[in-house]
């Protein structure tokens, strides 16, 4: 599962801390945890991700009740390193075995008509082929490569794959049956390790001594990072699908969008009569054809077109749909600030928690701890901790002495003293936490007890 | 000085709870700060604003360090029957005074120039003239009511008055050198109530009795209602200076704005080279002439014409800055909601707050209080207040009980306990509030002593 985005091409509602794998864009869920679903039938999951957000995507991957392997890279590599390096680690621990290469934050309506695509590619990817699955366009579309196939039905040989074409090009694509490559691969080892050695050996032997020379505590793989800088940054369609005899289709209709902008999210999000997506707390008058998203914040617009407006309680986008990738540029120039790393959100697999407020020397978080979870038992170097409870009842224990909290009750944790809090009741325990320290990072957590198995910074 | 704005045109920025009036648009201060600044030659100011907002004006002018009486209409009826409720009050209380009345919520740039020319308009105004001031216009604009006055210099009678005109008239009138009416008028109280008699007689009696019949405590005069009702709803222009003989002008170039939609508080800013106004934490890339504010939130935009983007914790709006008028519709379609009444920041005699977090049976705020200042001796009956110091030092006093307090410390205002909270530092005094409660109003506070001279729920 290639988890490797950085976050910003759906900024603000995706941040460095908070990549658009994590959103729930198609479901309630993240599209990570949607993607774990629809692959659950094809054995354990495998992530390769930015050795950056490793917790993240670990955190992630137990909130949504899974364990997984990582394949952490130290910078982003594009998918030909991610390809080869997921087939060395699968050939060497689960020899016989293919791998399906799946992107973790598309959205695929029809779990069933992909599952039912990859056991239709299978016998292919046995006998050698190198499977892409060719999504049945349903719109002359200039975003997305295409895949002509040789005539015929189910599974057939690739005659050529076509870069984002002109939308004249796109329409007679449409017509003659071309369809779109989703970035869905199904292979042996063996096979892409093969055509990667003939087509690229340089890339291959900078990514085997990466994987080699990574360390591997069992569930993540830190590849090293001296030998993954000598690693070109390619794509595996132009390294080697666009260029070996053995790529094979399988065309599936699957309700599939790469969501890879936000006029992609309002194609695949309910329109209002005039075409508006409206998401979250959003509201408009006389607009047409927008994207309105309030996240934690009401949105409102009046007499608008075609515009892409995201709202968070941080940060405001605006911007034409049609320019909403130059989203990219406007988060590089405005640099390393708050609003790009982190998100207000985030989720924890005991509930989640929204940062309300911070200044210098202090932070003020919302928590909601779900019925039944539990904080792991911690302590802080650098912080105290004042909790009011706001809703919901629980118990906490501090330096091994336990109480019993209800509404109204206030705890104070000091740096340094071992505390446990706990959700005892049916519904959500809502607190209020009052940080006050000279750090306030998230890795100022020294973990002794956890029943979700988490480390230190984790 | 009319202060019966209700808040809508500028929505978010302004709320019911924050008109425009109390907003810094011009300086670092109010606007109604800057119009009592700019007044203080003329006497005492009378302030004519909403019943509902009695106590937000009056605070809002304690704040600035003055005092005034307040005329309370009980629901806005338009600027007639501000200017005879103003004419009554002030021939009773201040015989054979002028009555020089302004809006509260424009901005005037040079106030000297605005005083030199109610200076001049006095003896006119004294001889039974109704002297209206009439801005040099810089721009053939649509938006305001022009003044025709006879030629000649200096104070000269009225020819007409126009409402509105379309840009070939408004092209026309600026080669004419008429003059735009600013809405600020001096005239002798008995001569305008002649002429509301002659031209208005069941207005002037409807507000003669809402006014006799009113509550006075010296400080505040709240207007009957039942008599109030029956006032028509008329622009004092229209019921008397588009028909009366007595009208005067005096020219004035003053840098003078109504502020009147967010065009006009582009055109009121510093722009950038394309033409956009950057406000707060404002950020663009190819974009121009457009409006762009963040207030306490991070306002991005990408490719924008003519837009006005304003950004605040709780609301975004985005809408044409041709079509902004067409805030007030969107504000009334929004209904009686939180973001429409309320907004997060407040200001006080002793500081201000914000509120940070809310939900059901709890706020947080991050309270600041000035050096020296100190909040009303005072007690909650629905509510716990839990402090937490995070900045500065500080002294509270609960029920007699007094302590210091200083960075990290906790303090517990049980309901019915009297407390009291002063900063007794060099630097502002930073708490984070977390109200638990089943009722949580701003109206829950019974003072028992106040150096800024409050009452309850005041």
Redesign the interface.
């Known amino acids: 599962m290639l988890c490797g985005g950085a976050g910003t091409r759906l900024w603000?509602l995706s941040r460095r801390a908070r990549p658009k794998q994590l959103l729930p864009l198609a479901t309630e869920r993240s599209l990570l945890d949607d993607t774990l679903r629809r692959c659950e039938p094809f054995g354990d999951p495998v992530l390769i991700g930015a050795d950056a957000q490793r917790f993240l995507l670990q955190e992630a991957v137990r909130r949504a009740g899974r364990t997984v392997r990582l394949l952490a890279e130290p910078t982003g590599r594009n998918t030909a390193a991610a390809a080869a390096v997921a087939a060395l680690d699968v050939q060497a621990r689960l020899p016989g075995s293919l791998v399906l290469l799946v992107p973790a934050d598309h959205r695929i309506d029809d779990a069933d008509a992909f599952r039912r695509a990859v056991l239709e590619g299978a016998p292919a990817a046995r006998e050698g082929r190198i499977v892409v699955f060719g999504v049945r366009p349903t719109s002359p579309h200039t975003g997305y490569g295409w895949i002509e196939g040789e005539p015929g039905a189910g599974v057939r040989p690739v005659r050529r794959f076509v870069e984002k074409p002109d939308s004249d090009a796109a329409r007679a694509y449409l017509a003659a049956g071309l369809t779109w490559n989703a970035g869905i691969f199904l292979f042996a080892p063996e096979v892409l390790l093969a055509e990667l050695e003939r087509l690229e050996p340089g890339l291959l032997v900078a990514v085997r001594e990466a994987w080699a020379a990574g360390t591997d505590d069992g569930r993540t793989v830190r590849l090293d990072a001296a030998a993954w800088s000598q690693v070109p940054s390619i794509a595996v369609d132009v390294a080697v699908m666009e260029r070996t005899p053995l790529a094979a289709v399988v065309p599936v209709e699957m309700g599939w969008t790469d969501l890879g902008s936000f006029g992609a999210l309002r194609e695949a999000s309910p329109l209002d009569p005039a075409g508006n997506a409206l998401r979250g707390d959003a509201?408009q008058?006389?607009s047409q054809g927008c994207y309105l998203h309030?996240e934690d914040?009401?949105?409102?617009?009046?007499?608008?077109e075609g515009?892409v407006?995201v709202?968070t309680?941080?940060?405001?986008?605006?911007?034409?749909l049609d320019?909403?990738g130059?989203?990219k540029?406007?988060v590089e120039?405005?640099g390393p600030?708050d609003?790009v790393e982190e998100h207000p959100r985030a989720e924890r697999p005991w509930g989640r928690y929204?940062v309300?407020?911070r200044?210098?020397?202090?932070q003020?978080k919302?928590l909601v701890v779900t019925p039944g979870e539990c904080l792991s038992l911690q302590r802080h170097a650098h912080r105290?901790e004042?909790w009011?409870v706001?809703?919901g009842v629980g118990k906490v224990e501090v330096d091994g002495e336990v109480r019993s909290l209800a509404?109204?009750d206030?705890v104070?944790v000091r740096a340094g003293q071992a505390h446990r809090l706990e959700n005892v009741g049916g519904v959500d325990l809502?607190l209020?936490e009052?940080q006050?320290g000279p750090y306030l990072g998230e890795d100022d957590i020294e973990r002794l007890e956890d029943v979700y198995g988490r480390g230190n910074g984790d």
């Open positions: 603000p509201v008058l006389d309030g914040i009401l949105v409102a617009g009046v007499g608008l515009l407006v709202g309680p941080d940060a405001v986008l605006v911007a034409p320019r909403a130059e989203v540029e406007l120039a405005l600030r609003e929204r309300v407020d200044g210098e020397g202090f003020v919302r105290d004042h009011i706001v809703g509404v109204g206030h104070l809502h209020v009052v006050v």
